[in-house]
């Protein structure tokens, strides 16, 4: 399976000045067949893999030191295995040997030649912060690299389910032209599939070998209730368990109604937001959901900097999204079914390809129920997005300029590539947002 952070590996090994690398991400995005199955052994004839999960002895003896020499003695007797700068040391699962994430700053101070990879799970990380808060700072800030895994991106999809779309929409993007009729459909045909099945690596891998989506959706019915019952660890108490999972469980409901912020009280009653705040952390910390925080009236820069305490969540796998929807696959591959079809899938589906791109994400409200379902900064302007399953009208454009400058707004929809000069109104088709956040990733757009 193609992987668009292969690349980013294999740069990072070449790289003159490396530090010991971390793959963060949530559960069963693929981080570990990433660096064993697609990096260590299709690049090397040799490595060192410790699942510190797994292994138990190996936990037990780094877990009473932190010091890079005695690791490498240890593994190398262990192991039998002389280390060198020419052996990759892989230590996968580093949240269950907290000590084996602190060594990484002494191997970068003291072994800065060796190359040293560590995958591990943001969440579960801070949790022993929290139950071991005498032992200092975990992280050895300035002495790593970091990269981010996600769910398979729409881009990623594509590459694995028709190696040449990705570069045609890549060519009429960068030239500012819509696909031929056929490329459209074609690409907007796997669009539909990748929101039905989604981008969790095994329920893509069991789709693409059967071609069936009852397969397919029992694996991802697998890992929906393998997140729920994870939460176990996630949380501190048993009250927080059942509100971690509360949350995660009233995702779509909560885009499916015509106030879309997310609200407690609807489902507990007497209780608010912040009765539920560190449900609503863990969850965002362990990237199984993404948070999108309101903004109204005139935006002000940089983004982050008020927080009106409204916001919306959505999930971080197109795939879980339908899932917990309940919506049956016909809806997703049957062209005339599609209509059917809530914008709030379209809408979680932006937000997952935005944030894969680590865009933070924000929504803007005006009056009379005006509303962009995301707004983004780029070269020191707002632009505000809207997204529609069809063409529509931008209602919320005139009321959103009477409060903001006047720049480009950007329409997503099934519609292809178009600009309406007049009314400086980009319109996407929803399988471009990929290269849409990849500008904005960059701060390259227009």
Same mark, same amino acid.
């Given at each position: 399976?193609?992987? =668009?952070?292969?690349?980013?590996? /294999? ?19 693929? =981080? ?9 052994? #299709?690049? +090397? ?27 490498? @003695?240890?593994?190398?007797?262990? +192991?039998?295995?002389?280390?060198? /700068? ?39 990380? @801070?949790?022993? #912060? ?35 779309? !990705? ?19 074609? @690409? ?57 999972? /509360? ?12 106030? #879309?912020? +997310? ?21 965002? %910390? ?11 009236? =005139? ?18 796998? !197109? ?7 309940? *919506?049956?696959?016909?809806? +997703?591959?049957?062209?005339? =079914? ?21 865009? !933070? ?6 009056? /009379? ?14 632009? !505000? ?41 980009? *319109? %996407? ?18």
């Amino acid at each position: 399976m193609q992987r =668009k952070q292969l690349e980013y590996l /294999n740069n990072w090994y070449k790289s003159d000045r490396r530090k010991p690398l971390i793959i963060w991400g949530a559960r069963q995005v693929g =981080k570990s067949y990433l660096l064993v199955e697609m990096f260590l052994k #299709k690049n +090397f004839k040799d490595y060192l893999y410790i699942d510190l999960k797994k292994d138990d002895e190996a936990r037990a003896y780094f877990r009473t030191t932190s010091d890079p020499k005695k690791y490498l @003695a240890y593994i190398e007797t262990r +192991f039998n295995k002389k280390i060198s /700068n020419d052996l990759p040391l892989a230590f996968d699962e580093i949240q269950s040997c907290h000590q084996v994430l602190t060594s990484l700053k002494y191997f970068c101070q003291d072994y800065p030649e060796l190359p040293v990879i560590a995958t591990g799970s943001l969440v579960r990380l @801070a949790l022993k #912060k929290e139950k071991n808060s005498d032992d200092g700072p975990l992280f050895p800030v300035g002495k790593i690299n970091s990269m981010y895994m996600y769910p398979l991106t729409f881009e990623e999809y594509l590459m694995n389910t028709n190696s040449i779309l !990705p570069g045609r929409i890549r060519k009429a993007y960068l030239n500012k032209i819509p696909l031929e009729d056929y490329e459209h459909e074609t @690409a907007l045909d796997l669009l539909y599939e990748y929101l039905a099945i989604g981008g969790m690596p095994e329920v893509v891998d069991v789709f693409l070998k059967t071609g069936s989506y009852v397969d397919a959706s029992e694996v991802r019915k697998q890992i929906y209730d393998n997140y729920l019952s994870d939460m176990d660890s996630y949380s501190i108490s048993y009250k927080t368990v059942l509100k971690t999972r /509360n949350v995660y469980k009233n995702i779509f409901s909560q885009l499916n109604k015509e106030n #879309k912020n +997310f609200k407690v009280s609807t489902l507990e009653k007497g209780k608010s937001n912040r009765d539920y705040f560190n449900a609503y952390k863990w969850l965002e %910390l362990a990237r199984v959901i993404y948070i999108s925080h309101k903004k109204d009236g =005139k935006i002000s820069l940089p983004l982050g900097d008020e927080d009106s305490g409204l916001f919306r969540i959505y999930l971080s796998d !197109p795939g879980i999204f339908a899932y917990q929807s309940n *919506t049956n696959n016909s809806d +997703f591959y049957v062209k005339d =079914k599609r209509n059917t079809l809530l914008s709030i899938f379209y809408e979680n589906y932006v937000a997952c390809e935005l944030s894969s791109k680590d865009i !933070p994400l924000y929504y803007w409200c005006g009056k /009379n129920e005006h509303e962009f379902e995301f707004i983004v900064e780029n070269k020191g302007k707002v632009i !505000p997005i809207d997204v529609k399953k069809k063409k529509g009208k931008l209602n919320s454009l005139d009321d959103y300029r009477n409060h903001n400058e006047k720049y480009v707004a950007i329409k997503i929809s099934v519609n292809n590539f178009g600009y309406d000069l007049e009314n400086m109104v980009l *319109t %996407l088709p929803l399988y471009e947002v990929f290269m849409l956040a990849e500008d904005l990733k960059n701060n390259s757009l227009f």
